[in-house]
């Protein structure tokens, strides 16, 4: 509800749609946040969702994959690598 009005999350005003690589969520209290699409992983180093083995927030040469799985939502710390 979003002053006193419902909405789908397709239909949320455009000044609270998700960021890129993230969709519209119903939490566990009934309020609509945003979360990773799914085939995506959030990285809590600058606060966004990048498609593991791509280059992501890494310096040029290098990609992000996947270390280990933490939290009840999925969330994961990610490691850049240089790729062999």
Do not use: W
């Not at 509800?1 to 998700?18: A, D, E, K, V």
């Not at 519209?24 to 498609?51: M, S, W």
């Not at 992501?56 to 992000?64: A, D, R, T």
């Amino acid at each position: 509800m979003l002053n006193g009005t419902c909405y789908l999350p397709s239909q949320l005003p455009p000044s609270i749609r998700c960021p890129r690589n993230e969709k519209a969520v119903t939490n566990e209290h009934g309020e609509v946040e945003c979360d990773c699409r799914p085939g995506f992983v959030y990285y809590d180093g600058d606060n966004t969702c990048y498609e593991p083995y791509t280059r992501g927030p890494c310096l040029p040469g290098y990609v992000i994959r996947v270390s280990k799985s933490r939290g009840s939502r999925g969330v994961y710390i990610l490691l850049a690598f240089l790729p062999q």
